[in-house]
């Protein structure tokens, strides 16, 4: 399997990790959107979030919350965006689960992103037909 986060995982290839324990690891994202921008990666392999197991899940949420007072504090943020893109229409590039942590300043320039409205009733069919599926 060729996939770019496994072999850091495994060390094959370098990266600037910032916490490790048995099933989680966080390293510095390569392209960082802000100073400090921290991946969290269960180690063991799947391809996004709904696939993983909810214990690699639940374990890396304890590391998110462990280590990202320190990425604040280091980089001196004013804030901070918690992301998972699951997709390639959502951004996602590397098929191995992980969250991003984004150190957010109040002047960083970033914007929201833009939001729409619905039609009439439209929300209550949306949110009908998501309950029928669960
Ligand atoms: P995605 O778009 O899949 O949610 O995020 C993947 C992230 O992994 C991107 O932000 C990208 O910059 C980062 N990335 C890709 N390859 C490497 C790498 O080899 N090393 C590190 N540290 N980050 C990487
Ligand atoms: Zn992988």
Known sequence: MDCIFCKIISKKIPS???YEDDNTIAF???SPVNKGH????PKKH???????????IH???NVIKKITPAIIKTVKADGWNLGVNNGPAA?????????HIIPRFSNDGLKHWHKK???EA????IAEAIRKEI
Do not use: M, P
Request: charged share 30%; hydrophobic share 40%; aromatic share 4%.
């Open 91 to 99: 951004g996602q590039i590397v098929k191995h689960t992980h969250f």
């Open 28 to 30: 510095l994202d390569i």
């Open 46 to 56: 799947s391809e996004n979030l709904i696939a993983s197991e909810e214990k690699d």
């Open 16 to 18: 600037d990790i910032v």
């Open 117 to 119: 409205s619905y039609a």
């Open 122 to 125: 439209e929300s209550k069919q």
């Open 59 to 61: 374990e890396s949420l």
């Open 38 to 41: 921290t991946l969290i990666v």
